[in-house]
């Protein structure tokens, strides 16, 4: 399912993750561009596509996440899709070594998240609505 958040006031905050539930990994298809003033995808305000998987115990949290650790790289989401448990997305299909490499890193008290290679192109904003129509 693909999901537009610019702006969106409605990610909840990190701090009211329900702890009671257990951390599960997550995996999301993101679609960024840096904030602005920000040349961190290059000197022509790109925008990129990056592949995220976090700890978290739904996929709102999951979502705010990830937008808390791209907030740090100076990047914000424009859309994200096909975000699952981890486990639900290996069980239908198969997923990059590096992917499952970065999994296997996350800690509940240590690394978070993690990205794959950032897929950069040059950014329009009249294409920011690049998975297709809403």
Known sequence: MRRTILKNPSLP???QMNHERSLVPWIGLFHVKPLPGSDVLGPDGCGAFVTAVALADSEAFFVAYVDSALIEYELEI????????????????SVSGYISRLVETLEPTGSRSGFSPFQVYPFDEEEAGVFGPS
């Open 13 to 15: 905050r990190l701090t």
């Open 78 to 93: 424009v859309e994200y899709e096909d975000t699952e448990e981890y486990q639900s997305r290996i069980a239908r299909t």
